[in-house]
């Protein structure tokens, strides 16, 4: 079992940036793939980044935006967004895949005003 707690999200104006965190309950050494998706209202939720030990994966949209990273000291995997715009606006989950299961957290809203 693998539990997860994000940070980090909060209003920010268009433009702004905010950092997100996802902390894990076990060492991160040990899970191969982290990610972070989204789900906006009425919208089905969408991959945003993944990082699988140094190789990173982005969404189309976020691509130069946003950087997503691992915190091995923390056991965290990190998404740092910049510049960002309203249709960022999301609930953000964390998500890791250890063996043949994978894991959710409970998520964290991300709101950018225009």
């Known amino acids: 079992q693998v539990q997860l707690a994000e940070s980090g999200g909060g209003l920010v104006q268009a433009g702004g940036s905010l950092r997100l965190s996802c902390a894990a309950s076990?060492?991160?050494?040990?899970?191969?793939?982290m990610g972070w998706y989204r789900q906006a209202p009425g919208k089905q939720r969408e991959l945003v980044a993944t990082?699988?030990?140094?190789?990173?994966t982005y969404a189309d949209s976020v691509k130069g935006r946003f950087t997503i990273s691992r915190d091995y000291a923390k056991n965290t995997v990190n998404l740092q967004m910049n510049s960002l715009k309203p249709e960022d606006t999301a609930v953000y989950y964390c998500?890791?895949?250890?063996?043949?299961?994978?894991?959710w957290g409970q998520g964290t809203q991300v709101t950018v005003s225009s």
């Open positions: 076990i060492s991160i050494f040990s899970i191969n793939t």
């Open positions: 998500r890791v895949w250890l063996g043949a299961k994978d894991y």
């Open positions: 990082i699988t030990r140094g190789t990173t």
